[in-house]
């Protein structure tokens, strides 16, 4: 495993203890991370209108705008979605029961493409 590999699975980790203490101490609706990636809680409703979804059902699969996408094309869809209309953020709706490698893959194609992320877990 490369470096850069163990590299985003510790971002994961860290990210995932971030949003689960959020969640569970309830302390706040939102946090803000020098990444450029805005976290929001499953109670904040106030989302730009510039953003488009990701979304990572409770199976696993990926859906964008509510459209299921295979993973092997959801990189050229969201670099393709985040150039439609102008896109300037990018939502991530997960389940909480998705493991954390999931979001943690959105996350990268975002952040590789220089694409702002805000990630929202649901809880049912």
Same mark, same amino acid.
């Given at each position: ?9 510790? +971002? ?67 670099? *393709? ?23 943690? +893959? ?5 952040? *590789? ?12």
């Amino acid at each position: 495993m490369s470096k850069k590999s163990l590299y985003w699975i510790f +971002f994961g980790v860290i990210l995932s203890s971030i949003v689960l203490v959020s969640f569970f101490n309830g302390n706040s609706s939102h946090i803000e991370l020098d990444s450029s990636i805005d976290l929001l809680s499953p109670n904040k409703t106030e989302i730009k209108s510039t953003s488009f979804k990701v979304e990572i059902n409770k199976k696993g699969d990926y859906l964008i705008q509510n459209i299921l996408v295979e993973k092997d094309s959801i990189e050229k869809e969201i670099i *393709r979605y985040s150039k439609l209309e102008n896109y300037e953020t990018m939502l991530i709706k997960s389940h909480k029961s998705i493991e954390m490698h999931h979001v943690v +893959f959105i996350m990268d194609i975002a952040n *590789r493409n220089k694409i702002k992320s805000m990630l929202a877990i649901k809880s049912e």
